[in-house]
């Protein structure tokens, strides 16, 4: 890959539109050339140029001809981007089996994404068979080599009994070796399975250690998950008000499902003052978030004038949004307010 430098740009228009002027850097004019050359990896940089459309227009059509260029001279990052355009349908048409195919051509490079990559269209069974067995074969692969998103990918494999026997212990193992190296979403995951009594390793200490882990390593997710453990165990585990100030932390940090939970907890006075305005407050700010279980909140209080003025209007907006995301209450009361006219 090209190293960003900062050069005098020469001004050469580039596009047909007058609208919009590119000028080309001595950098992109290099590039270029090797591009011409055959040289892969710049072919694979003039892709990215057009991919990204900052010093060359926008044009995914190119991006997909000078990436595939580079890909058949058998340059992995540029077969892993290949294969992400046949995935997404950028430039080309939509493929899932060329995209495995590509991925796959990574992979036999041992190209650490390129093996992930392949392993998850194995799961997905997306331009080729669903087959588990493959797909923990893959991961395995990568995680031996200690890619934390491999490892993070095989424990799951472990914990849900997907292509290998359900293993708590070895699920534990690759999650632990994930967290290491800071991987969020297998601190997390830790977290959750020493809270789960069905796992059998029952263990609210650790549980809260991984959340706290995560917390540190920026999880909001994990802010609102241990505000639930403490609410729920609070007579099991010292609380003192702990499960409100993480839900608040959360919350201000515009998690959907806190905000709501916190409105929860003040239109009911559990834990806290009751707060009907503050509580209506939080739902607003979860609604607006696309939250439907408090679309369809905000859409009955509208609906019944409950802490809000009665405005049908605003009660069929909001229960129509939470309907679009199939939220069958809201559904329901959408369809008795227009009967009602």
């Known amino acids: 890959m090209y190293r960003v430098f900062t050069f005098v740009f020469i001004?050469?228009?580039i596009s047909c539109q007058p609208s919009i002027a590119f000028a080309i850097s001595f950098q992109l004019k290099q590039i270029m050339s090797g591009a011409l050359n055959n040289n892969p990896q710049a072919q694979d940089a003039l892709a990215k140029a057009y991919y990204d459309g900052k010093e060359l227009p926008k044009d995914y059509t190119k991006a997909a001809l000078w990436y595939g260029k580079a890909a058949s001279r058998g340059y992995g990052p540029a077969q892993?981007?290949?294969?992400?355009?046949?995935?997404?349908g950028l430039g080309i048409p939509q493929n899932?089996?060329?995209?495995?195919?590509?991925?796959?051509?990574?992979?036999?490079?041992?190209?650490?994404?390129?093996?992930?990559?392949?392993?998850?269209?194995?799961?997905?069974?997306?331009g080729i068979p669903q087959n588990y067995i493959k797909a923990v074969q893959y991961f395995s692969k990568a995680a031996q080599k200690n890619d934390p998103l491999a490892q993070f990918n095989l424990g799951m494999m472990y914990l849900q009994g997907q292509g290998v026997p359900k293993d708590i212990t070895k699920a534990i193992n690759w999650h632990e070796q994930a967290a290491k190296q800071n991987?969020?979403?297998?601190?997390l995951t830790l977290a959750q399975i020493y809270q789960n009594k069905q796992n059998g390793v029952l263990n609210y200490t650790k549980s809260i250690n991984w959340y706290e882990k995560a917390i540190r390593d920026g999880n909001i997710e994990a802010l609102y998950q241990l505000g639930l453990l403490?609410?729920?165990?609070?007579?099991?585990?010292?609380?003192?008000?702990?499960?409100?100030?993480?839900?608040?932390?959360?919350?201000?940090?515009?998690?959907?499902?806190?905000?709501?939970?916190?409105?929860?907890l003040y239109y009911t006075g559990q834990q806290v003052t009751k707060n009907i305005p503050l509580a209506i407050s939080w739902f607003e700010k979860?609604?607006?978030?696309?939250?439907?279980?408090?679309?369809?909140?905000?859409?009955?209080?509208?609906?019944?004038?409950?802490?809000?003025?009665?405005?049908?209007?605003?009660?069929?907006?909001?229960?129509?949004?939470?309907?679009?995301?199939?939220?069958?209450?809201?559904?329901?009361?959408?369809?008795?307010?227009?009967?009602?006219?």
């Open 11 to 13: 001004a050469i228009i």
């Open 80 to 88: 892993i981007a290949l294969g992400d355009m046949y995935y997404q």
């Open 96 to 126: 899932y089996t060329k995209a495995a195919l590509w991925y796959a051509k990574a992979s036999n490079q041992d190209n650490i994404e390129g093996i992930n990559k392949l392993a998850k269209m194995y799961c997905d069974g997306l």
């Open 183 to 187: 991987f969020n979403p297998s601190e």
């Open 230 to 264: 403490y609410e729920e165990q609070r007579y099991l585990i010292q609380d003192s008000g702990k499960s409100v100030a993480l839900f608040e932390k959360a919350a201000l940090q515009n998690y959907a499902k806190a905000q709501y939970h916190l409105g929860l």
């Open 286 to 341: 979860a609604a607006k978030q696309g939250l439907a279980v408090a679309q369809y909140d905000m859409g009955m209080i509208y609906a019944k004038g409950e802490g809000k003025p009665k405005n049908l209007q605003q009660a069929k907006y909001w229960l129509y949004k939470s309907c679009e995301k199939k939220f069958i209450n809201a559904c329901n009361a959408y369809k008795i307010l227009n009967q009602n006219k």
